[in-house]
């Protein structure tokens, strides 16, 4: 490969750290590669760590009476709230329960223990507590906190963010100066009720982010139930509460969005919503969306392009496992593994059942290959909540990152061969077969959010995760010697973040978004690893339909691509 | 069934030297005879009692008497006169068959099993020495019940319970006696696995394995212990020294595939399910497993096992499961009509799953 083609400069620039040293031309690859695309066997080496000035505590206050949210929360964003180029970190909290709950229901949010909290990143890689000049703090005493999602939904350059809650959801505007309002009641998107995850995406390619919201169950503090024995009193299933619809707000573009739940087609299906993921499924250029449901089909909504979307899972053939069996799903990934260009759904859940890869054959349809795909021998015995799959060794192949730990806080007493607290998951891809990586710690933890992004800025995917009464873990990416490129898209006719472009380099393709894993929302730049490879062309195709071509593009950067204005 | 014979036909001819009934108890046995036919057990009862009064002597008054109150399942107070009928009579045959049955159903199985000998009531039989701990015993006599009525389910569902005692009382014999032989851990090894109790399971076995590495079966018991964890490249490695042991042993072949198959190893696996297939045709999970094995690289050798599934089970839920896959293999070659049809079995069999 000959990497000949200039950049159009007005369209790329620079932004990593190196920046300052880099100069222009250094983008522009001008000689012949040296290597070929044969992956480096190198495996990531992952330090786990605490971040300086990082002290936060999920606080999810369990009890006897095993109220369910108390198992559930844990949310965590990795996003770059002030432009900066730094990633940031939102964590969403849970509240205080009380044992048993009194009513009038209060989580005692408004104290300070009990905040969800922003962290912002300094240049020197540590990090500031800014959550009450943002004023992000106090999350309502009625809102019990489960998860988050960022996006720009007003297209004015600036990561606006919506936290969801067991109660009532709130959508913080970004205003651009370090701080958030609280536009929720403006916005409409309060929701109600138990809302788990939720992204943003724009389904109607109309340049403006819509929001996607799924739901666990018809649940209250005065519906809950204690399942198991007085010896040892458990969590409910999921199937002792009705099911509920999920949630879609159409974006107005005037600051309001409506529920276009029931017109849409969405609210036709009830089911027990956890994960949900975006990608664009079958290529008709149009974003669809997975959700991961706990102990019922799990649901994919293929979008028609006219504004309403039809439930495909069981026909295309990702809805059950492999055996047609339900499985409890928790976590979803949406992203193309073995590089044959077609996104793909990794879909963690609880024991007994392998985490089951739906891989996609082409013409609409998936196969199930949990076994095929290696996730048979990592899984089985583990349970499965936030997860990604995101090149961590830099080889070209999309690996997978899992936060685990059981439900059940004492399932030990029903089953000695299950565990509440579990250390993650790293499963590297071999060619499209995955095998047990090192993760960095095997110190188990209750393990539920997990975000993914390069929080160093150094090329290297890194991982934050959350678990139950606990700090956070940071896995931080210390890397090799393999290339990578990452990109921030910035669209101009199509949504600002670019969420639903198809980003292609050689065979590997990713679909823009900051969505997916399990109630967590991931660093939105687009990361490639490109092996041994040092120069490549990067092709787009944006939710406006417009098809770009970036051509000879150096590896070890990052850039940032501009929709262009015309096809 | 057995409560039905309860309510046989009664002798009432005299037994053997005893005494002659006087007219007076006759015509009260057969007031008493009256009122049973009008199923009036209340006026049969005093009739009889009255009997039984005016000829202590007569076995048959008292024979009467505890009949009538086995018809009103009274088996307490059943037993005095049936006691007395023996008394009187001591080979009336209907009195040891009702008194056998009366003491049985209050409980007293040890007491209950001479009567039911006497009368070859094998099926009551099995079930008192059951009850009184004789298991061994107790299949012989309810084996023999079943040749006479082979579709009994009470003797069917007392057979098994009687196996799983004998097979418990053996268990504990040898747990006991011979605690420290490879048969002993395995025992040992087997109790703790069905409690769940692995990491004990796995101690047990290893320890059998010491003492006895050439005894078959162990390895294969011990590959399940690891399986059930997930273990599956441990579990291979056992199952695969248990083939190797036994190379004509089909489950070891098939608990081998299984292993492979679970790590996504679909060559090799689809070989030793291949081998486990001839030399156990129509196991129906071994062509299950086989045709996931071979669903991605031989697709119509997939689709055999699983129409053989089919064919085998007719309607069972793994039935139901080679639907699906069938869908799956007919849906990746874009046979979109054939894979709706294959989803239709699939959901007519397991509609509930299906359909959340």
Known sequence: ?567 | MIVSALWICLLLQPQGGEAAVPPDALAQLQAGIDAEKHRDLDTAITAYRQATELAPGSGIAFLRLGNAFMSKRDYAQAIPPLKRALELSPSSVPAHQLLGFALLAQGYAAEAIPHLDFVHEYGALGIAQLQNGQAAEAIENLQKALVKNPSDPDLLYYLSRAGTALSSQSLDKLLSTFPNTARGHQAAAQNYFVLKMYPQAKKEYEQALALRGDLPGLRLELGQVYATGFEWDKAEELFRAEAKLQPGNAEAAYRLGDALLQQGKMKEAAAELKRSDSLHEDMSETLYALGRAEASSAPEDAERAFQRVIELEKGSPLAGQAYFALAGIHRKQGKTEQAAKEMEEYRRIQPLRARP
């Open chain 1, 1 to 567: 490969m000959r990497c000949r083609t200039p950049l159009s400069m007005q369209r790329i620039r620079l932004l990593s750290a190196r920046m300052a040293t880099a100069s222009v031309l250094s983008l522009v690859c001008t000689f012949t590669l040296l290597g070929q695309e044969v992956p480096p066997k190198s495996e990531p080496v992952f330090q786990v760590t605490p971040l300086h000035g990082v002290d936060f505590t999920l606080r999810n206050s369990p009890t006897s009476r095993k109220y369910l949210i108390e198992t559930m929360s844990g949310g965590v964003a990795l996003l770059d709230y002030n432009n900066d180029g730094l990633l940031d970190i939102f964590l969403v909290n849970a509240g205080r329960m009380r044992d048993p709950m009194i009513n009038p229901f209060r989580f005692d949010r408004h104290e300070p223990a009990y905040w969800n909290r922003l962290y912002r990143q300094n240049k020197d890689g540590s990090f500031a507590d800014v959550t009450e000049q943002a004023g992000l703090g106090n999350a309502g005493d009625t809102n019990y906190g489960m998860g988050v999602a960022v996006g720009d939904y007003d297209n004015d350059g600036y990561p606006d963010i919506y936290v969801t809650n067991f109660g009532k959801n709130i959508l913080y505007h970004n205003n651009g100066d370090g701080t958030f309002t609280d536009v929720t009641a403006k916005a409409g998107v309060a929701a109600g009720g138990w809302s788990v995850s939720a992204g943003f995406f724009d389904y109607d390619n109309d340049g403006k982010l819509d929001l996607f919201v799924t739901r666990y169950l018809d649940w209250s503090i005065e519906k809950s139930k204690t399942c198991g024995n007085e010896q040892a009193p458990m969590y409910c299933p999921p199937g002792e509460f009705p099911a509920v619809a999920n949630i879609l707000y159409h974006n107005r573009g005037d600051g309001t969005f409506e529920d276009v739940s029931v017109p849409s087609g969405i609210a036709a299906k009830k089911g027990h919503g956890l994960g949900v993921a975006f990608a664009d499924y079958d290529g008709d250029g149009y974003t669809d969306i997975f959700v991961a449901n706990d102990v019922t089909n799990q649901f994919l909504f293929h979008n028609n392009g006219n504004g309403t979307f039809t439930e495909t899972a069981l026909d295309a053939g990702a809805a059950l496992t492999n055996d047609g069996k339900m499985l409890s799903g928790m976590g979803v990934a949406f992203q193309d593994y073995d590089n044959d260009g077609l996104p793909d759904v990794l879909v963690t859940q609880l024991p007994h059942q392998p985490y089951v890869v739906y891989h996609n054959e082409g013409h609409g349809a998936f196969s199930a290959q949990e076994l095929e795909s290696g996730f048979g021998a990592l899984s089985g015995k583990v349970s499965g909540w936030g997860v990604g799959l995101e090149d961590f060794d830099n080889d070209g192949w999309k690996d997978a990152f899992v936060a685990q730990g059981h439900v059940f806080d004492n399932v030990e007493s029903y089953d000695s061969s299950l565990s509440y607290r579990e250390p993650p998951l790293l499963a590297m891809n071999r060619n499209g077969h995955f095998e047990r990586g090192d993760a960095g710690s095997n110190v188990p933890v209750a393990g539920r959010g997990a975000a993914f992004g390069d929080l160093n800025n150094d090329g290297w995917i890194d991982v934050v995760t959350t678990s139950l009464g606990d700090h956070p873990q940071f896995y931080l990416n210390r890397g090799g010697k393999a290339h990578w490129l990452t990109i921030t898209l910035h669209g101009t006719k199509s949504n600002r973040d670019g969420f639903g472009a198809r980003v292609q380099i050689g065979k590997q393709v990713r679909f823009a978004t900051a969505a997916g894993s399990y109630l967590s929302s991931n660093d939105k730049r687009l990361h490639f690893g490109l092996g041994s490879v040092e120069c490549v062309t990067v092709e787009i195709r944006w939710p406006s339909g417009i098809h770009q071509t970036v051509k000879g593009v150096k590896a070890d950067q990052f850039i940032v691509v501009q929709e262009s204005a015309q096809p």
